[in-house]
Structure formats: structure tokens, C-alpha cells
């Protein structure tokens, strides 16, 4: 398949592909298929964000509702439209750029630091659950290497919302990712089965409540140099943990000890 990747001011069509730029003049049609519909829907969606009195300008400073009907209306270009490979999202995402209101966009925070990826990303969330989080939490948790590469956390985060009190607070947010990336680091989390890497979402969220409690004053850099460090010791305690050898609170309880 192809995407347009660029409009120039004279109104002509870069094509791009995961094969290489250009394409058969059938994927290109779909292309140009692909681009209007991305231009209608977001016309579309404009009419509908002011319809709701959700504000898109780049001075409001919590968009989440803006951005989850934002990745809703792509999320239905994706999943209804047979227009868009799964391998050329990437690419997708661009054609997006191109005409989504400015009041939308952010800048990329890096090659997989997609904006409008999160967005999309967000959307797959029901809506009374996005808005748990303001935005820079959700970006904080998507940013996380053991987060941004692993669809499978949003179903884990999905039943924490529901069940965990205090679960989506900005504190336990901050600390959760904290917890998690010095639990998995190192750690290829496509080589681990889904109790395996639950095991370790539900470690590093015990771990996160549990110093909480305590009351660490975890927004310190000591802090967060004793906790990778306390980790870094219980090495061996983290592949108990995801081997199901022990208990994600007894993982909590012997890191929570050492800091």
C-alpha cells in the first residue's frame, strides 16, 4: 500500500510506503482514497469538538478530551476503512499531520514518541477512563520504553483504573513508571507471557503504593538513585516475581526495606 506523506503548496502528492517511495497506481488511488477520508472526518471532527465546547487552542492546558475525540475519529478511519496497513501506521500518521487542526498536534517527543499516536493510543481507552488522567500523566506512561512498545498494558490498566483507588493520581503515576522501568530494565518484555509481564506491572504498582503509604519522599533524585539501586540488588528477587516464585507484595515489601 501507500501514503501521502506530504502536499506541496502547488497541491502535489508525496507517496510513501514501507517498500519505498512511490507505489502501483492501485495503492496509490487507495492513497488519495486514504487522504480524503482523513480530510473529511477531521472536518468533521472539528465541527463536532465545537458542538461539544471542547477548546482545541494550544493554550489550553489539559486536552484529553480533545485529543481521545481526536484518536477516536483516526481509530475509525483505521478500523473501518481496510484503508491503512497495520505495518504503515507510521506513515498514517503523517497523512494525519497534514490535516488536523493545529490546536490537535504536539510536537513528536521522538521517533516513538508520536503524538498523534498517543492519541490514537488514548482512544482505545473508554472515555470516562481517559479522563482519570491529565494529559502530561498519559504521556509520562506512554513514554516509558516498557510501555510505548506494549499494547498489552492497556488492558492490565483498564482493570486497575476500576479496581485500584488513588491508582490514576498523578503521584502513583509518577512513581509506578519510575518503579516499573527499574524493575524491567534490561528486560524484553515480548520474550515474557502475559502472567509473567502482569506479574511485574502488578509488582511495580504495589511497590509504587506501598512507598507511598510510607510516605518516601520520592520526588527527590536521591530517591530515585536508592530506588534503581534497591532494585538493582533484588535482581534476583525480580526474576522470582516474574517466574510466580513470589508474590508482586513480598517483591514490594523486600525493595521497600532497602531505600
Request: hydrophobic share 35%; glycine share 4%.
Given at each position: ?47 463536532r469538538l465545537k458542538s461539544l465546547k471542547i477548546v482545541v487552542e494550544n493554550r489550553t492546558r489539559n486536552k484529553v478530551k480533545a485529543y481521545w475525540e481526536f484518536g477516536l475519529a483516526l481509530r475509525k478511519i483505521v478500523l473501518e476503512s481496510d484503508l491503512v496497513d497495520p505495518s504503515e501506521k507510521k506513515l498514517f500518521w503523517l497523512n ?164
Amino acid at each position: 500500500m501507500a501514503i501521502i506523506v506530504e502536499i506541496d503548496k502547488n497541491g502535489k502528492y508525496l507517496f510513501d510506503s514501507i517498500k519505498g517511495i512511490g507505489g502501483s497506481e492501485e495503492d496509490k488511488k487507495k492513497a488519495i482514497q486514504l487522504n480524503e477520508l482523513v480530510k473529511k472526518r477531521l472536518t468533521q471532527l472539528t465541527s463536532r469538538l465545537k458542538s461539544l465546547k471542547i477548546v482545541v487552542e494550544n493554550r489550553t492546558r489539559n486536552k484529553v478530551k480533545a485529543y481521545w475525540e481526536f484518536g477516536l475519529a483516526l481509530r475509525k478511519i483505521v478500523l473501518e476503512s481496510d484503508l491503512v496497513d497495520p505495518s504503515e501506521k507510521k506513515l498514517f500518521w503523517l497523512n494525519v499531520r497534514i490535516h488536523a487542526p493545529e490546536g490537535l498536534l504536539a510536537k513528536d517527543r521522538g521517533p516513538n514518541r508520536i503524538h498523534v499516536a498517543y492519541c490514537f493510543r488514548l482512544a482505545g481507552y473508554p472515555k470516562k477512563f481517559a479522563l482519570k488522567r491529565e494529559w502530561s500523566e498519559w504521556v509520562y506512561l506512554f513514554d516509558s520504553p516498557f510501555i510505548n512498545y506494549e499494547e498489552r498494558f492497556d488492558e492490565w490498566d483498564k482493570t486497575k483504573i476500576v479496581k485500584e483507588k488513588n491508582y490514576t493520581s498523578r503521584e502513583n503515576t509518577r512513581l509506578f513508571i519510575q518503579c516499573l522501568n527499574s524493575i524491567l530494565n534490561g528486560v524484553e518484555t515480548k520474550d515474557l507471557n502475559d502472567e509473567e509481564l502482569f506479574r511485574c506491572y502488578d509488582g511495580s504498582l504495589k511497590l509504587s503504593k506501598k512507598l507511598i503509604d510510607e510516605n518516601y519522599q520520592n520526588d527527590s533524585d536521591n530517591f530515585k538513585f536508592m530506588l534503581k539501586k534497591a532494585i538493582a540488588d533484588e535482581i534476583n528477587s525480580v526474576g522470582k516475581l516474574i517466574s510466580g516464585s513470589i508474590k508482586p507484595e513480598e517483591l514490594a515489601k523486600v525493595i521497600a526495606t532497602k531505600i
